[in-house]
């Protein structure tokens, strides 16, 4: 079975976009934009707005995310089984971050314009899911059974569409409130260890 793994609070410790926000952009857009997700703002409109506030050079920004930004336990290990890392985050700040660990995997992820006038961010995949209403991962991991390992809410709708998920977090208060079977992991240890 394919294996399919968020990046944000699932590969790494903690969610790296929140962390470059705090870092290079206006934390109190994390605190007014996160509890209109799903109300009156899709995820992407929320990352869009953002980055935008962002005026950093790229290259100073992956250098920090290459310094800070933690990794769970177990990459090497989860990495054996081939994931597919699944994000709404970039491609610009997973690379270098798996490059650091010597890790190579399949990613798929937004891009980045960084223009010294706000970051703009080019979606890999606009197109509103027929399930949830908003771009999600659903229908880029559709077709074959797969295993799905995340935490938040860009995980929701690809979780319940997965034979198997493994969730933390949020997206375990979630599925614990739809009352939906989901696998606890601390680290990629644990994952890796239950699908070996
Ligand atoms: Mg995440
Ligand atoms: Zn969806």
Redesign the pocket.
């Known amino acids: 079975m394919r294996l399919v793994v968020d990046w944000d609070g699932t590969v790494t410790v903690r969610d790296s976009l929140v962390q470059v926000i705090h870092e290079f952009g206006d934390a109190s857009l994390l605190r007014e934009l996160e509890p209109r997700v799903g109300v009156d703002l899709t995820l992407h409109e929320e990352i869009a707005l953002e980055f935008a506030a962002i005026t950093a050079p790229l290259d100073e920004v992956v250098a920090w995310v290459v310094e800070h930004v933690e990794v769970r336990p177990g990459l090497r290990e989860l990495a054996e089984l081939e994931p597919l890392v699944i994000s709404a985050g970039f491609h610009e700040l997973i690379e270098p971050v798996l490059a650091r660990k010597g890790v190579e995997l399949e990613v798929l992820a937004n891009r980045l314009d960084a223009t010294p006038d706000g970051w703009v961010v080019r979606f890999r995949d606009e197109a509103a899911?027929a399930?949830?209403?908003?771009p999600?991962?659903?229908?880029s991991v559709a077709g074959e059974p797969y295993a799905y390992v995340g935490d938040g809410y860009s995980d929701r709708?690809?979780a319940l569409a997965a034979e198997r998920v493994f969730a933390r977090d949020g997206l375990a208060r979630h599925l614990d409130g739809l009352g939906v079977d989901y696998e606890p992991f601390g680290d990629l240890i644990d994952v890796a260890a239950a699908l070996g």
Do not use: D, L, V
Not at 131 to 134: A, M, Q, S
Not at 136 to 139: D, E, G, I, T, V
């Open positions: 899911c399930t949830c209403g908003e999600c991962k659903r229908a709708c690809a």
